[in-house]
């Protein structure tokens, strides 16, 4: 029979020792804690509370201690670890009446075509609307469609109905187009959206790598690109691409943050040239700037105080036109890493251009020189 000693208390609970019966050392391992090795922790001031102590708080309720808050009485069920209290699911009859807990009304449509509008990072698909940017998408073999849908039974809002694009005409299997009221075409794109009658849901177009644009520029004796240094209006960003595309540029070049999104609104500003003229995201500006310039490319930072204008500086070859946000312009760093400094020369009482009609004028002055 072993002959260990019985310790008092129900077996497998070992009682609870108050701070003047603990025989633990609490110590700091060698190189663990402040001073030289290992060594006894110094005497806190703070008492250590023990369950054994007497104490004028063991005769009350939990809740009615000083500083407990009210949130943890019994009657009261906790949420799961890791929600908040109105993160709870909603009443069994709230998919009957349409109202949450909350008393807001639930939205009536499925969870499909009630996605995010933007095409930001981590989305893979969003609605096309209008009908240059829906058609140019169609025409696109690299553009994924996942849904066609028209307006039907009534004019558009233009005035005349638009006749959907025939599918049998374009090289590849396209879905059936989708009759809509105008509530549900409404339902599904951004509020005040302009869709001529006419949606497509897309998925996101394929990245296109920098190095990609360089080899491509490698084989040409003259080619423009266009850097945006955080241009976030995707009206803007889409005006530029339409510039772009008619003034033969090869690719625009933003960030990945800071950025416009891949949306149904900016390629309803591109009018179709989104399908044409490539969307390089780079991480780093100041490196795919970098990059440029190993491929021959002359960066021309356009702002108010360079000391010459486009015109003067007659560029050619492979030229990169850097562009700043409206407001803080280019930033300094992206600033150093141009190769000159140039302006858009203005005589009216306002001096400075929106960026998207500062790229069209400079892309001009471009194919000017080069023709």
């Known amino acids: 029979m072993s002959q260990r000693k019985q310790k008092p208390g129900k077996p497998g609970n070992r009682p609870l020792k108050g701070p003047q019966q603990s025989d633990r050392k609490d110590r700091i391992p060698a190189g663990r804690g402040p001073g030289k090795g290992a060594g006894e922790r110094p005497p806190s001031d703070r008492p250590k509370w023990s369950k054994n102590r007497p104490d004028a708080d063991q005769g009350r309720k939990r809740s009615d201690r000083p500083g407990m808050a ?10 799961h670890p890791g929600t908040r209290r109105n993160d709870r699911a909603p009443r069994p009859d709230a998919e009957k009446t349409g109202h949450r807990e909350d008393g807001h009304r639930r939205e009536a449509s499925s969870g499909r075509d009630r996605q995010e509008h933007t095409g930001g990072k981590g989305q893979l698909s969003y609605w096309l609307f209008g009908h240059h940017a829906v058609e140019a998408a169609l025409l696109n073999p ?10 039907s039974g009534e004019s ?9 694009i025939d599918p049998p005409a ?21 509020e005040g959206a302009v869709h001529q009658g006419i949606a497509a849901r897309v998925a996101v177009l394929p990245e296109v790598d920098l190095y ?26 889409g005006a530029i691409l339409r510039s772009a595309a008619a003034f033969g540029a090869l690719a625009v070049i933003l960030t990945e ?23 390089v995201r780079v991480s780093n500006l100041a490196r795919a700037m970098g990059q440029l310039k190993e491929a021959g490319f002359w960066l021309a930072g356009l702002a108010a105080e360079g ?29 150093d890493h141009c190769d000159l400094l140039v302006s858009l020369p203005t005589a009216g009482p306002i001096g400075h251009l929106n960026v998207s009609n500062a790229a069209a004028v400079a892309l001009y002055e471009m194919v000017r020189e080069t023709t």
């Open 307 to 335: 000391k010459s204008s486009l015109a003067k500086a007659k560029l050619s070859g492979k030229v990169g036109l850097v562009l700043g946000a409206e407001g803080p312009g280019l930033r300094r760093l992206t600033r």
């Open 212 to 237: 990609e644009i360089c080899d491509l520029a490698a084989t040409r004796d003259n080619a423009v690109v266009l850097i945006l240094d955080q241009v976030t209006d995707p009206h803007n960003v």
């Open 142 to 151: 690299k553009r994924q469609i996942q849904r066609l849908v028209h307006l």
């Open 257 to 279: 943050r800071h950025a416009a999104p891949e949306s149904g609104t900016l390629a309803k500003s591109a009018s179709g040239a989104l399908e044409h003229v490539p969307l």
């Open 70 to 79: 009210k949130r943890f009485e019994p009657d009261m069920a906790a949420p």
């Open 170 to 190: 374009l090289d590849r299997l396209l879905p059936p187009w989708e009759p809509i009221d105008r509530t549900g075409l409404n339902r599904l794109l951004p």
């Open 156 to 164: 558009d809002q233009s005035g005349d109905a638009r006749t959907p």
